[in-house]
């Protein structure tokens, strides 16, 4: 992948790799805190509602993460020298995560689930439909299918990481644009779980506080990347690339072993 240039204002003072550490640091113990509390505790629907307040913070942080990963799938269409590899590369990462993921997940949410990387994999196929020339109505059918294709198989970020992902290649070179197109999604995103809490009768102070975490953590993720990403690699690309693409598997596995037998 070539290297992105982008103007050096002062205030982008975050290589790519940085941008990545940072997001799986927060991912790591947000998983860890959710998945221990429910685990303790299978019949609760909301982790949040039992954690201590620091705790509570630090896992809504984990929401970092999913704006960053979208925002390098967008960029990675642009600046990878083999899109169909690229794609590949996770697809096989996508399988290989699927069980440390049901490892984890199975016994709470059950076997219908999918992780992220999917939803990363339909991210980068929208794009390709996008781009390609067929006729406007197929290539929006076409997008449609990716994102319907998320929730077919109860992926993370089921839907709306898609269009996440399609709108960050879409108006990359829009910023104002990319900013009120992002911003919709999350709120469309945020507020269909609000309709769901209002209708199961769990909307109060407490949903309102974490809800408000939520889009408040994505929000950042976004700005991470259109604010504080240089555009740079770091000092070790190709350690890098490969130590994050690992991450996300052996993370489950670690957080799997923690709780498991400590």
């Not at 994999?121 to 319907?148: D, M, Y």
């Not at 009768?201 to 976004?222: E, K, P, R």
Request: proline share 5%.
């Amino acid at each position: 992948m070539t290297e992105t240039v982008r103007p050096d204002n002062g205030i982008k003072i975050l290589n790519r790799d940085a941008v990545k550490y940072i997001a799986v640091f927060f991912m790591f113990w947000g998983h860890l805190f959710a998945w221990t509390t429910l685990m303790h505790d299978p019949a609760l629907t909301d982790p949040f509602a039992v954690m201590p307040l620091w705790m509570n913070v630090i896992s809504h942080a984990s929401l970092l993460c999913p704006p960053i990963m979208f925002f390098f799938i967008a960029d990675g269409w642009k600046y990878t020298r083999d899109r169909k590899r690229y794609a590949l590369r996770l697809l096989i990462f996508a399988c290989i995560t699927q069980l440390p993921d049901w490892l984890l997940w199975v016994p709470i949410h059950g076997w219908w689930t999918a992780n992220v990387i999917f939803t990363l994999l339909f991210g980068l196929l929208a794009i390709a439909a996008w781009e390609s020339k067929l006729k406007l109505p197929l290539r929006i059918l076409l997008v449609a299918l990716c994102s319907g294709a998320t929730f077919a198989i109860s992926a993370d970020w089921e839907i709306f990481g898609v269009l996440m992902i399609l709108f960050l290649h879409i108006y990359r070179d829009r910023p104002k644009a990319r900013f009120i197109a992002f911003t919709a999604v999350a709120c469309v995103w945020k507020g269909i779980a609000v309709v769901w809490q209002i209708a199961g009768g769990a909307f109060g102070g407490a949903a309102i506080f974490n809800d408000t975490l939520d889009l408040a953590f994505v929000m950042l993720g976004y700005l991470c990347m259109t604010v504080f990403y240089n555009g740079k690699k770091g000092r070790h690309p190709v350690f890098a690339k490969w130590f994050f693409y690992a991450f996300y598997p052996l993370h489950y596995i670690v957080i799997w072993a923690v709780g498991t037998f400590l």
